[in-house]
């Protein structure tokens, strides 16, 4: 009974973090990026979808749409507003692009955070969830949202798969991860290729918000938490490396349920921060991060 | 070396200082209590860049150095009623005893896998602190008994001749040849490394002394506040502001640095009539002073006056 519970809630956890994770990983593969406004931009699309449904009353399926876009809009945003001028900046070094890349995301983050405390108040907002009730899975009463959630983010994650295998649009996005020199020698706009991979970043990060908002809700104090998480997730399972992430996430995410239904909700954190420490002094790379 | 001390920012630093120290004859125990807390984080930022702008090591964990320094004589005063001295010179001990055990795995790794073990480390400094709330007060905090002094004027002088010899010491460190060396081993690791340099070695030895400052600082700045907590010393938003702090003031300059320090938390207090959106103004600043002058304040003054 115990066990089915903690299969069930670990999974829906689990996939909720790998579909937040993996337009993280996708961004640092394709551009060497690490976005520490992902939690912020996460919350922002929850937040919109919630204000679109509860306050305007646009209906459930209007707000998750504002939300992903507004996520969307954030994603470019913060691609073009802070990104770019810093990856395209003669006055800051190369070697040095990385921490600016970092600084300057962050603080973009901590911008969005502030704003959304400013207008929506730091309280817990949840999302009307799209399907409502519970149903009896091998004897655990599960809500119908926590299916819905877990299956939406296997949905998205598999239509990611196929646009990147499967289209000519991902190809290049593939190639540009593997080597941006050969592409840009193809003919091949880099500056297209970032584009288009914001732009997925930005729905996959809106969908993600959105979930997260209808299954545990957010505040504008789970950005930190958020993009650490997604930090983590996405090192553990090798920077770059998609599938390392989707392991990754069912790792943690399975690690947390099993301490908060076994230990104590109180220590949910810590074991995967535990075996992160561990991973990176073992195999630095992550577990399947190539060097 | 020997040329610094003709040079002009001596003479301006020089200045500031002898400014600063007549400050509490004529202003308000308020304005010295935020300058105070301000110096005390001008050696977190000062310690930071030693780290970053010299071995080129993105420490996202400044706070998990200040919060072992902090939290150890903290605890040592509050629990075990040890005088506010030692248990100072112990916080910063076991700040440096963290910080090796913090580096040894994490300088095994580099760039963005070093940033979250540092960042980890917090993580984890974070929960042992709300688990073990008996002895460390856990969410609340923690009250400690003693003080150094209530007289507001002396903390402030305790505060300015602390972040002073701290400037000293580590800009003279930043200009030896070690300091060198570990900017070479923050370019270009391989080649420092053929020309026969031990860059763990010196790497290792930047972490000690950042620790150490930080340390004592962190534990200063508790024996100031009269309390521990996370939200004060270990939370990762205390980090970012030291970072922030860095950058803002110029990477690579160390003093600039602790200016950094010193406008974001009098900015901060300046901005406190606008209410929340406080934090969204100073980072927006720092965005923008990141975009566009790169080098930081100091960074900038210092190329112009190179250029004419």
Redesign the interface.
Known sequence: MRAFQILIDGFAISALYALGATGFTLIFGVSGVLNLSHGAIMVAAAVAAWAAASVLGVGTYAGALIGVGVALLAAFATYFAVVKPIQDSRRIPNEEKEIFVLTGTLLWGIMIQELIAYFFTNNAKTVLPIVEGVVDVLGVRTPKNEIFTAIVCCLVIALLWLLVNRTRTGKAVLAASMNPRGVTLLGLELTNIYIVVWGIYGILAGIAGVLLGMFLGVSSYSVGPLTASAFSIVVLGGLGSVSGSLIAAFVVGYLETLTAYLVSPAYRTIPALLLLVFVMYIRPQGLLGRR | MAGFFTSRLFFVSLVLVVIAATLPLYVSGYVLGLLTVAFYFGVFAMAWDLL?GFA?E?NFGPTFLIGVGAYTAGILNAQFGWSVYLCIVLGALASVVAGLVLAL?AL??R???F???T??AV??LQ?FV??FADLTGGEIGLTIPDVITINAGANYWIALGFMTISAAILYGLSQSPIGLVLQASG?DPVQAGALGFNIVKHKLAAFIVSAFFSGLSGALLVFYFGTASVGTVVD??VG?NV??SA?LGGRRTVLGAALGAIFLIVAGEFLRPTG??A??IV??V??LV??FF??GFLGAALSREARS
Do not use: D, H, K
């Open positions: 970053f080129g993105v795995p095994r790794v760039g963005p896998y940033g979250l073990t960042l980890v993580l984890m929960n709300v688990v370019q990762v938003a970012v970072i922030v950058v929340e959106l934090t969204f980072s927006a720092a965005l990141v975009l790169p080098g």
